[in-house]
């Protein structure tokens, strides 16, 4: 099986920063690509970034010279560097990836259980 593990989400001030982390463990061959989405009250999953295995990123308009996401290939691990801030920010921040397997029948994209981004003075 396959899991992917969230963490660094909290409340934080508006124009401060958070760095959340993503871990995937398991029976893992390869990741071709990993990244963040979020979803607020009421409104629907959107992507906020991604991040291919040779590097090649793409964001969200909205989160475009605030947040970088990174990854440690080694570890099977993906970071989002969010600066600045919004409340708008505010929402449960979800990772996910496409992995191969080494069991080819769980090969597929897999989520985690999403962390909690709250931006509030």
């Known amino acids: 099986q396959v899991q992917l593990v969230e963490s660094g989400g909290g409340l934080v001030q508006p124009r401060g920063s958070l760095r959340l982390s993503c871990a995937a463990s398991?029976?893992?061959?390869?990741?071709?690509?990993m990244g963040w989405y979020r979803q607020a009250p009421g409104k629907q999953r959107e992507l906020v970034a991604s991040?291919?295995?040779?590097?090649?990123?793409n964001y969200a308009d909205s989160v475009k010279g605030r947040f970088t996401i990174s990854s440690h290939n080694a570890k099977n691990t993906v970071y989002l560097q969010m600066n600045s801030l919004k409340p708008e920010d505010t929402a449960v921040y979800y990772c996910?990836?496409?992995?191969?397997?080494?069991?080819?029948?769980?090969?597929?994209?897999?989520w985690g259980q999403g962390t909690q981004v709250t931006v509030s003075s």
């Open positions: 991040i291919t295995s040779d590097g090649s990123t």
């Open positions: 398991g029976s893992i061959l390869s990741i071709n690509d």
């Open positions: 996910n990836a496409g992995i191969n397997t080494l069991d080819v029948t769980l090969a597929g994209r897999y």
